[in-house]
């Protein structure tokens, strides 16, 4: 029995075993570190039950491995090739961040990164295990391939394996109860990881458009987009800063909320995008992200119509007299794109916006300045829009433009303003 031990031991057939199993085990801790390193950046922070839980698998985890290198030089070899590289620097830097368990603030992008990270981690790992896999079965293989080994030795392996068995289903069944927990914790980490993500999906939907969501979500950024021609439009509520001049900071708040809620509600009509909105003033384009052929100018033509009749019927409450709009349309191209990284937003530049907005503060209230662009778009589209020329106006940098005044849009023959559509919103 000594010789044959003796053998199995020069063999390295149970130290590769063990180092398989240690492996295996760091690797299944790994991705539970992943998985709770994501809910910590997700959720911006980790209560005291759950950075306990994260100590108690990164040290488990890390104390696997360190016993696979005791077992198997194959092994410290292999994971030579991380150390001293940028990803098992980022790593610790990430896992410093989450043991002291100060986060600025929650972080998407974040989770995302450290989820990265620790894929190409479990990646090395990998391949530990795919490599002790091979050695151990490379010598089994080269065991039963030698003539010198009896029946005899068969059953004194088989007595060996009797002796240690019972230690051997002790282990197993102890891991087996760790392993269901860990299960069970692990179900409940990924339903709050869902629960984040819907979250996180939520604002970000209510920030960017759509399909920006969905490229972001595809990649680090996103390039900026050139677009022949849209239409964008400028509204300001006229003399907005002396209307709330006079009323409380709490009022003011009410005010705008109840604003915006029926304007957005008006703009949701139409195929258009809110791209901005400052105090009473808002900047609307249609034509992007998502191109609409010619439409975009009668669908900012419509939504301008509909919203000048919604603040002349809407209620400011704490102000006693009626709000007037302002409103400025220009088309042409422009060129559109993600800015910013703590605080990314999707804006639009070019000089198409700059006039839009000059049409809008050399306008009058209660009425709609389109620039000529605009104006030949609608006398070409689909619908009839009745427009009444306003003469030159110095718009931007003492440059002088032809405008007209956009007053209603005629339907089935009949002149009918769309703007009286009545919109009823919850206010």
Not at 69 to 97: C, H, K, P, W
Not at 187 to 200: D, I, M, W, Y
Not at 209 to 229: G, L, Q, S, W
Request: glycine fraction near 8%; include cysteine; charge should be negative.
């Amino acid at each position: 029995m000594g010789r044959v031990l003796s053998r199995a031991d020069r063999s390295q057939l149970w130290t590769s075993v063990v180092a398989y199993q240690m492996v295996v085990s760091a690797k299944d801790y790994a991705g539970l570190e992943r998985a709770l390193g994501s809910v910590f950046f997700a959720q911006g922070g980790f209560s005291s039950d759950e950075l306990i839980w994260y100590d108690k698998v990164l040290a488990v985890g890390n104390a696997n491995l360190e016993d696979a290198m005791l077992y198997s030089d194959s092994v410290v070899q292999i994971l030579e090739q991380f150390r001293g590289t940028s990803l098992e620097a980022n790593i610790s830097l990430s896992r410093e961040e989450i043991k002291m368990n100060q986060i600025a603030g929650a972080s998407v992008e974040m989770g995302a990164e450290w989820f990265d990270l620790m894929t190409q981690y479990i990646g090395f790992l990998r391949q530990v295990e795919e490599h002790l896999s091979e050695r151990v079965l490379g010598i089994i293989g080269d065991l039963l391939a030698q003539d010198d080994i009896q029946l005899a030795t068969g059953y004194t392996i088989l007595l060996t394996v009797v002796s240690i068995g019972p230690f051997i289903v002790m282990g197993v069944y102890k891991m087996a109860s760790e392993t269901q927990s860990v299960a069970a914790n692990l179900e409940h980490v990924t339903a709050k990881l869902e629960q984040e993500q819907k979250k996180s999906d939520q604002l970000l939907y209510s920030v960017f458009p759509a399909i920006i969501v969905n490229a972001m979500k595809k990649a680090d950024t996103v390039p900026a987009e050139y677009f022949d021609e849209v239409t964008v439009m400028f509204s300001d509520v006229v003399g907005f800063t002396d209307l709330t001049a006079s009323i409380s900071p709490h009022n003011v708040i009410d005010l705008l909320n109840r604003m915006y809620r029926t304007f957005d509600a008006v703009l949701g009509r139409y195929d258009v995008y809110k791209v901005e909105s400052i105090a009473g003033s808002y900047m609307v384009a249609s034509g992007l992200p998502t191109k609409n052929g010619d439409r975009h100018g009668e669908q900012i033509a419509c939504a301008a119509l509909h919203l000048l009749n919604s603040s002349r019927s809407f209620h400011p409450v704490h102000i006693p007299y009626p709000m007037e709009l302002r409103i400025g349309i220009h088309t042409g191209p422009c060129v559109a794109g993600v800015v910013g990284k703590k605080r990314p937003r999707y804006y639009v530049f070019g000089n198409t916006v700059s006039i839009a907005q000059s049409l809008e503060q050399t306008g009058e209230p209660n009425r709609i300045q389109i620039s000529p662009s605009t104006r030949d778009l609608l006398m070409s589209s689909r619908d009839s829009f009745r427009v009444e020329p306003r003469g030159d106006v110095t718009i931007k940098d003492g440059v002088t433009m032809k405008t007209f005044w956009l007053t209603l849009k005629e339907q089935s023959g009949s002149k009918q303003s769309v703007s009286s559509v009545k919109l009823h919103v919850d206010i």
